[in-house]
């Protein structure tokens, strides 16, 4: 009897050992992150599939599987991505760094991966750079939808400034050409584009404010540093192809 359980003791090693060797070997599925983008083309938007597209999404899933991160994306409008990341329903936003009031709410990773600059376009003369305070009393043209992250406020209040709006980059040039607007503000990175099809004769700009994009985790993501880390180590070793 002695004999037989050892045989079978022996036996069962032989024929389980094989299946736990496959299972330390099967590898593990990465963790999944929970992110969000605006329409913000060409940097980030929806294709005519539904699926996210752009410049930085690609960037973005590049830094994650680098990482070792999967990510399941979900297109919000940017009140809904503050919200979100406050509340811990959200844990990576590939937006803009150094916001006063995203830090109670994430961190952000400090390479660089790029800029964003917002610009006012005209078609009178104007320095390279130019103060926001210097579009008071002028006829403004805005993107629909866009907050131009509260830095416009003041002019919303402002008595002498008009406000008209624009459904998108190409409307806001015409009605620029039209004479609708003194200014028309938008992001030098998704104008250039409309503009390489369509240019404008005589078209200015001056810098109003350059930001620095940034992946930005919610502070309520578990290990939310660590991920923050691993994504600044991924980005400095220059393992991503950052070709807008």
């Known amino acids: 009897m002695k004999t037989w359980l050892m045989r079978m003791t022996?036996?069962?090693?032989?024929v389980l050992a094989p299946l736990v060797y496959a299972q330390q070997q099967e590898p593990m599925p990465s963790p999944v992150l929970r992110a969000a983008y605006v329409n913000f083309p060409p940097l980030t938007y929806t294709d005519v599939n539904g699926q996210p597209a752009g410049y930085y999404i690609s960037l973005t899933e590049q830094a994650a599987f680098q990482a070792g991160y999967r990510l399941k994306w979900k297109e919000l409008p940017i009140g809904r991505i503050f919200l979100q990341l406050k509340l811990g329903e959200l844990d990576l936003w590939p937006g803009v760094g150094d916001m006063s009031r995203l830090q109670p709410l994430a961190v952000e990773t400090t390479a660089s991966i790029g800029d964003l600059t917002l610009a006012a376009f005209g078609f009178r003369d104007m320095?390279?750079?130019?103060?926001?305070?210097?579009?008071?009393?002028n006829r403004l043209i805005l993107m629909a939808g866009y907050t131009y992250f509260g830095a416009l406020d003041?002019?919303?209040?402002?008595?002498?400034t008009k406000v008209g709006y624009a459904p998108h980059h190409r409307a806001g040039l015409g009605m620029?050409?039209?004479g609708r607007g003194?200014?028309?503000l938008d992001y030098v990175e998704p104008l250039?584009?409309?503009?390489?099809?369509?240019?404008?004769k005589d078209l200015k700009w001056c810098e109003l404010r350059k930001s620095r994009l940034a992946l930005l985790v919610s502070r309520k993501t578990l290990n939310h540093r660590?991920?923050?880390?691993q994504l600044n180590a991924v980005i400095e070793d220059n393992r991503l192809l950052i070709n807008p």
């Open 10 to 14: 022996a036996l069962s090693l032989c």
């Open 127 to 137: 320095p390279e750079k130019c103060k926001f305070t210097d579009l008071a009393g």
């Open 154 to 160: 003041f002019l919303m209040d402002d008595g002498r």
């Open 176 to 178: 620029l050409t039209r």
């Open 182 to 184: 003194d200014y028309f």
């Open 192 to 200: 250039s584009v409309v503009l390489a099809d369509s240019p404008v």
């Open 226 to 229: 660590a991920i923050i880390d």
